[in-house]
């Protein structure tokens, strides 16, 4: 069975902290994604990844970075962490010739 | 730019109603169109899809049909159940991105 695998369901950092979140697939896929989801705020892409080494920034990128030394793993960094960067991290992959997107479970990050 | 527009929620219906969740569209071209849903604690599952004009997307009984003339891509199920209850999103794909609407929260109750 295919997948996108977060490395954590369920996080909890001190503020300063400095954070790594791993996201692997295992689908061959080109793209891969880093969304933050919020209540009533919906999806926001942080940043994205089309390929191994590259990364583009998305709509929210600030207190974030991303690294991609191999196509199956997008690791998402918080420098140092802050309490406003309490959310729900969601990864995503897709392949380049179709673009429906494979989700990872998730992973509910705390800064307290 | 391109945009997705869903109707607000919550969606609150009783088991067996018939179920619709309004998604229009602005966009260049015809983008391919997608509903993903994601139940509680869950990340998004892929629910269905239609790639050009006219295309009907199901699965598990939810159908959409992509309309260009009214650039709708409107989620269907005649018969809903408790286990639908779930937050259901519209998106669109622009240059090997999806653009993504709010999510429309579906209750269904017994």
């Known amino acids: 069975d295919v997948k996108v695998t977060q490395s954590s369901r369920y996080l909890v950092k001190r503020t300063g902290e400095k954070v790594f979140l791993e996201c692997v697939q295992d689908?061959?896929?080109?793209?891969m994604f880093w969304y933050r989801q919020d209540p009533g705020l919906g999806l926001r892409l942080i940043y994205f990844?089309?390929?191994?080494?590259?990364?583009e920034k998305g709509d929210i990128p600030e207190g974030y970075s991303v690294s991609r030394e191999k196509k199956e793993r997008f690791s998402l960094i918080l420098e140092s962490a802050s309490t406003n960067q309490t959310s729900m991290y969601l990864c995503?992959?897709?392949?380049?010739?179709?673009?429906?997107?494979?989700f990872g479970s998730g992973t509910r990050l705390t800064v307290v | 730019g391109n945009s997705v527009t869903q109707m607000e929620g919550p969606v609150t219906l009783s088991e067996e109603a018939f179920l619709t969740i309004n998604c229009t569209y602005t966009?260049?071209?015809?983008?391919?169109l997608f509903w993903y849903v994601q139940y509680p604690g869950e990340g998004l599952q892929l629910l269905l899809k239609?790639?050009?004009a006219d295309d009907k997307g199901s699965n598990k009984g939810f159908e959409a049909t992509y309309r260009k003339e009214t650039t709708s891509f409107h989620l269907e199920k005649g018969s809903v159940q408790v286990s639908d209850s779930a937050v259901y999103f519209c998106a669109l794909e622009s240059r090997y991105q999806l653009i993504w609407g709010a999510g429309t929260k579906l209750i269904i109750k017994p």
């Open positions: 995503a992959s897709s392949s380049s010739g179709d673009y429906g997107y494979t």
């Open positions: 966009a260049t071209g015809y983008p391919s």
């Open positions: 990844s089309y390929d191994v080494k590259m990364k």
């Open positions: 239609a790639t050009k």
């Open positions: 689908m061959d896929h080109e793209n």
